[in-house]
């Protein structure tokens, strides 16, 4: 199984970054994807998921920028983050278990290299 995060940058606060993951090695429309973050110093936290037929869940710094999408026919996921905030700083992580989406790490099978995000004031 491998998860590919690719997208990740440095932009200045305000603007746009749009992330994906490319998925190989699992049916990727039966499993919960999603994404994690991990901020310098801090610990990993979820960001948002979606679920086999497409419900999503975001954490509160998430909904209302960040969209979380994927195509099933491509085995890809994506999150396109606006409004970008320093604290928004981080190595996003997709990550991709079955059943339903959760909030901790240890729940998630499949996890990606990880890309970095860094946005500046």
């Known amino acids: 199984v491998q998860l590919q995060a690719s997208g990740g940058g440095l932009v200045q606060a305000g603007g746009s970054l749009r992330l994906s993951c490319a998925a190989s090695?699992?049916?990727?429309?039966?499993?919960?994807v999603g994404w994690f973050r991990q901020a310098p110093g801090k610990q990993r936290e979820l960001v948002t998921f979606?679920?086999?037929?497409?419900?999503?869940h975001y954490v509160d710094f998430a909904r209302g920028r960040f969209t979380i999408s994927r195509d099933d026919g491509k085995s890809t996921l994506y999150l396109q983050m606006n409004s970008l905030k320093p604290e928004d700083t981080a190595v996003y992580y997709c990550?991709?278990?079955?059943?339903?989406?959760?909030?901790?790490?240890?729940?998630?099978?499949?996890w990606g290299q990880g890309t970095l995000v860094t946005v500046s004031s």
């Open positions: 979606t679920n086999r037929g497409g419900g999503v």
């Open positions: 990550v991709a278990k079955m059943g339903w989406g959760t909030s901790r790490v240890d729940d998630y099978e499949y």
């Open positions: 090695g699992i049916i990727f429309s039966t499993y919960t």
